[in-house]
């Protein structure tokens, strides 16, 4: 359980997937049982650097340290995300200035 300052820290098994090519690059990582991750929580996958070249589409199993934010961490992170995004807000299309 975690509490206002502490934590929980635990580790489960995860796939990491990872594609190159001309239509996809990405890296993907599905932990185990579906399990959720809040925010302020932190995910460590274990193991060695995965290299893939172009073209490729690779998978792997890992293991994975999952560690809970505890309630002030992930409030504190709900509200710098809100204020992080909200910069994406501020356009303008209006001419010249105001």
Not at 5 to 13: A, G, L, N, V, Y
Not at 23 to 48: C, K, M, S, T, W
Request: contains cysteine; hydrophobic residues 35%; aromatic residues 12%.
């Amino acid at each position: 359980m975690t509490g206002l300052f502490s934590s929980e820290k635990f580790d489960t098994h995860c796939r990491v997937e990872i594609e190159q090519s001309p239509d996809h690059f990405h890296a993907h990582v599905e932990l185990a049982d579906n399990l959720a991750i809040y925010p302020g929580d932190r995910v460590q996958v274990h193991g060695e650097p995965i290299m893939v070249s172009f073209g490729e589409k690779v998978s792997f199993d890992r293991t994975a340290t999952v560690q809970r934010a505890g309630h002030l961490r992930r409030v504190w992170t709900k509200i710098s995300g809100y204020f992080e995004m909200a910069e994406l807000y501020e356009v303008s299309f209006t001419p010249g200035r105001l």
